[in-house]
């Protein structure tokens, strides 16, 4: 057996080792994905609490006598549909954690492996081409979500303290308005202090929420597509490369290809 074929085999080893590992590796309690798994689930707690405080501040506003409250009830009410917004994306991205490592290991490794075997044992160069494109693309895929969790959760350790003192606020806030007598003396410049201060934490919560669990993710998205095609545009600019096309165009016009 000849040095090309031992590295052929190997390589398919290997492929097939990574699809049969796949379950173990993917797995939801492995060190990594659960490190990433609870950091979800500390974040999904925190967008609840966040739900749950801006549904009971709203009804709690409610029972103020007169339409004074009746502006800030509504648009707390309308930032638990950011929330839910919210909460949807991080449910999303603990489902693709693993679906994205399963799609990684399970497919693009075997498929990379047989690739590159096929090139070893026949030079034929656009195998080469085909697993160069493949392996940034499920390095990409299988980075993204870790990447995108660890991101989010540096900008939440930062405003951690903010966003406790919102719900902490916000549940003092309603037991007050509960146990009001609604006073008219006292009442109103009560109120004014009062109203300003919850609508202008839960929206800087709400903007923290949505940062984190939308827009960052789509960020580290992008970037990956830009480090994709700026990976390609040097591969089909380098010399190498020209010269590999200029000898597979030769090789198709001679049907040796």
């Known amino acids: 057996m000849n040095k090309k074929s031992i590295i052929s085999y190997v390589i ?39 739900t749950a405080a801006t549904t009971s501040a709203s009804a709690a506003i409610t029972l103020i006598p007169g339409d004074a409250g009746t502006p800030i009830a509504e648009k707390l009410a309308d ?35 047989i690739t590159l075997a096929l090139y070893i044992l026949n030079k034929k160069h656009y195998f080469s081409f085909f697993a160069r494109k493949i392996l940034p693309l499920g390095l990409a895929l299988v980075l993204l979500v870790p990447l995108s969790v660890n991101v989010s959760n540096l900008i939440e350790k930062t405003f951690e303290s903010s966003i406790e003192t919102t719900i902490q606020q916000s549940e003092q806030t309603t037991t007050q308005i509960k146990e009001n007598k609604f006073n008219k003396d006292t009442l109103s410049s009560w109120w004014d202090k009062v109203s300003g201060t919850i609508m202008n934490d839960f929206i800087e919560s709400v903007a923290i929420m949505i940062v984190t669990s939308c827009i960052i993710p789509v960020l580290v998205l992008v970037f990956f597509v830009w480090i994709f095609r700026m990976s390609m545009s040097l591969l089909l600019t380098s010399p190498r490369f020209k010269e590999i096309s200029l000898k597979n165009s030769k090789l198709i016009g001679n049907g040796e290809l």
């Open 12 to 50: 398919l080893v290997i492929a097939f080792l990574s699809l049969a590992l796949t379950p173990y590796i993917a797995s939801p309690t492995n060190f990594i994905n659960k490190s990433n798994i609870e950091k979800l689930e500390e974040k999904k707690e925190t967008v609840m609490k966040l």
């Open 79 to 113: 930032l638990s549909g950011y929330f839910l917004i919210a909460l949807s994306a991080i449910v999303l991205e603990k489902y693709l954690l693993v679906l994205t490592q399963y799609s990684f290991f399970g497919l693009m490794v075997p498929i990379l492996g």
